[in-house]
């Protein structure tokens, strides 16, 4: 079972940054690609970005392209996502999510979660 645990959260203004931050415990990091998804109230959760294991393989949503950079330190067993330039339609719960394996842009294929931190931007 893997273990994931967000932070980083918060209020923020249009046009702002945040960090979200999503350390993993419980299995050995290695071979396991990794996914940010959002939620906005009403609707559903969406791909925002994913990292494989070695960093050789990373997909961004569009609506994020350009302003969002995801990361990972496999030593720390972390995986990071730089916001930039926020907007409010960033509005959200952020979910990490996990899987062995290649990374991938479907949610569904992602069998491990945390719990979600909320952004909130300001117009």
């Known amino acids: 079972q893997v273990q994931l645990v967000e932070s980083g959260g918060g209020l923020e203004q249009a046009g702002g940054s945040l960090r979200l931050s999503c350390a993993a415990s419980g299995r050995p990091f290695s071979n396991y690609a990794m996914g940010w998804f959002r939620q906005a109230p009403g609707k559903g959760r969406e791909f925002v970005a994913a990292?494989?294991?070695?960093?050789?393989?990373?997909y961004y949503a569009d609506s994020v392209k350009g302003r969002f950079t995801i990361s990972r330190d496999n030593a720390k067993n972390t995986v990071y996502l730089q916001m930039n330039n926020l907007k409010p339609e960033d509005t959200a719960v952020y979910y990490c999510?996990?899987?062995?394996?290649?990374?991938?842009?479907?949610?569904?294929?992602?069998?491990?979660w945390g719990q979600g931190t909320q952004v909130t931007v300001s117009s």
């Open positions: 999510a996990a899987r062995q394996g290649t990374a991938l842009v479907t949610r569904n294929e992602y069998p491990y």
């Open positions: 990292i494989s294991w070695s960093r050789g393989t990373i």
